[in-house]
């Protein structure tokens, strides 16, 4: 099981910074340098879109050994930035650090060193499960007979054994979640960023997943996962991160970010956008659409498409040109 596999990556200490932020904008000032004790030690990461900043000046340090939720409603920066902590996507400006490693300077290794669980459509989907599992630790330069051991413990540990040679694409969607886990794990990382883990995953898998996590952490491992399911992260993770607008608004453990109240009303606070319920007449019973007249648009006679003239769909001859 996944007690018997043992860590493969040991981490040695090197800081750096990366360039200074874009001109025009000003990101809040760090006093210190990433946190080589730290699992996860992010300083003043900024991705921008054009003119869409989506992590302004992130600074965040997530211990080992902790669970750590990161949570923000959508569009926070949540996955930009984990996608920049992971390796996947170059940050602006700012600097990373994994277990004292930092992350651009040697992207391949920190790739190499970490578990980051792949969003389904990023698989081999055309492998069976058991080949999956194997390729991704042959990958990671484990040997052919290891991934191959390691890959049946972790099907057995995911309730997967029975579908170990049913090609991926043929899994339920929490099947395939379950997989994705797994193909993270095989190579025994010290930590392990999932990224909405239990997303269509039924409760008894569920619990299975959370158990292993809870030991893999246990065992001094770190996890990081992000969620829009607070009663989730406040039952199973140890520290929470709240991110909004590209930046953290609080960090600690759950009982100091909670502050006394429930997660998810302090979450509400801490981001702010609610508002009373719209009002929209049409999903009340309102009044039914007013019968209009229809003619043919432009698609040519044969398409036998009509629609009402309007100001979006206007009636033109008829000539299929647009
Ligand atoms: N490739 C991209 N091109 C342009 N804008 C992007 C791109 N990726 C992300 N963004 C924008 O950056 C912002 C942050 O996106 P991100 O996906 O990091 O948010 P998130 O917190 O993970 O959201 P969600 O909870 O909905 O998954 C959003 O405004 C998004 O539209």
Same mark, same amino acid.
């Given at each position: 099981?996944?007690?018997? #596999?043992?860590?493969?990556?040991?981490?040695?200490?090197?800081?750096?910074?990366?360039?200074? @932020?874009? %001109?025009?904008?000003? =990101? /809040?000032p760090? @006093?210190?340098?990433?946190?080589?004790? @730290? /699992?996860?030690?992010?300083? @003043?990461l900024?991705?921008?879109?054009? +003119?869409?900043?989506?992590?302004?000046?992130?600074?965040?340090?997530?211990?080992?050994?902790?669970?750590?939720?990161?949570?923000?409603?959508?569009?926070?920066?949540?996955?930009?930035t984990?996608?920049? %902590?992971?390796?996947?996507?170059? =940050?602006?400006?700012?600097?990373?650090?994994?277990l004292?490693? &930092?992350? *651009? !300077?040697?992207?391949? $290794? +920190?790739?190499?060193s970490?578990?980051?669980? =792949?969003?389904?459509?990023?698989?081999?989907?055309?492998?069976?499960?058991? $080949?999956?599992?194997?390729?991704?630790?042959?990958?990671?330069?484990?040997?052919?007979?290891?991934?191959?051991?390691?890959?049946?413990?972790?099907?057995?540990?995911?309730?997967?054994?029975?579908?170990? &040679?049913?090609?991926?694409?043929?899994y339920?969607?929490?099947?395939?979640?379950?997989?994705?886990?797994?193909?993270a794990? #095989?190579?025994?990382?010290?930590?392990?960023?999932?990224?909405?883990?239990?997303?269509?995953?039924?409760?008894?898998?569920? %619990?299975?997943?959370?158990?292993?996590?809870?030991?893999?952490? !246990?065992?001094?491992?770190?996890?990081?996962?992000?969620?829009?399911v607070?009663?989730?992260?406040?039952?199973?993770?140890?520290?929470?991160?709240?991110?909004?607008?590209?930046?953290?608004? /609080?960090?600690?453990?759950?009982?100091?970010?909670?502050?006394g109240?429930?997660?998810? &009303?302090?979450?509400?606070?801490?981001?702010?956008?609610?508002?009373?319920?719209?009002?929209?007449? *049409?999903?009340?019973?309102?009044?039914?659409?007013? /019968?209009?007249?229809?003619? =043919?648009?432009?698609?040519?006679?044969?398409?036998?498409?009509?629609?009402?003239?309007?100001?979006?769909?206007?009636?033109?001859?008829?000539?299929?040109?647009?």
């Open positions: 099981m996944i007690r018997a #596999i043992p860590t493969l990556m040991k981490y040695a200490l090197i800081m750096s910074t990366y360039q200074t @932020a874009p %001109a025009g904008f000003d =990101p /809040a760090v @006093a210190t340098g990433p946190n080589p004790q @730290a /699992a996860l030690s992010i300083r @003043a900024v991705k921008r879109y054009e +003119a869409k900043i989506a992590v302004n000046g992130l600074s965040l340090d997530i211990p080992v050994g902790s669970f750590y939720g990161l949570v923000g409603p959508n569009g926070a920066g949540k996955t930009t984990l996608n920049m %902590a992971t390796g996947l996507l170059v =940050p602006d400006s700012g600097s990373v650090m994994i004292g490693r &930092d992350v *651009w !300077s040697d992207v391949n $290794q +920190a790739k190499r970490i578990g980051v669980m =792949p969003q389904s459509n990023q698989i081999f989907d055309r492998l069976t499960g058991l $080949q999956l599992l194997v390729y991704s630790g042959m990958l990671r330069g484990m040997k052919r007979q290891e991934a191959s051991a390691r890959a049946k413990d972790l099907l057995s540990a995911f309730d997967l054994a029975s579908a170990a &040679d049913t090609m991926v694409s043929g339920s969607a929490g099947m395939n979640k379950k997989i994705c886990l797994a193909t794990m #095989i190579h025994s990382p010290r930590l392990l960023v999932l990224d909405e883990p239990f997303e269509s995953v039924d409760p008894v898998s569920s %619990a299975n997943l959370k158990d292993i996590l809870a030991e893999y952490v !246990s065992t001094g491992g770190t996890v990081i996962v992000s969620s829009h607070m009663a989730l992260v406040e039952k199973m993770c140890t520290h929470v991160a709240v991110i909004n607008q590209g930046q953290v608004r /609080a960090d600690g453990t759950i009982t100091q970010v909670a502050a109240e429930d997660l998810e &009303d302090r979450f509400l606070q801490l981001v702010g956008g609610r508002h009373a319920a719209a009002q929209i007449s *049409w999903l009340n019973g309102g009044p039914a659409p007013s /019968a209009q007249p229809v003619q =043919p648009i432009a698609a040519g006679p044969q398409s036998g498409i009509t629609m009402p003239p309007s100001s979006e769909f206007p009636a033109n001859s008829g000539s299929g040109q647009q």
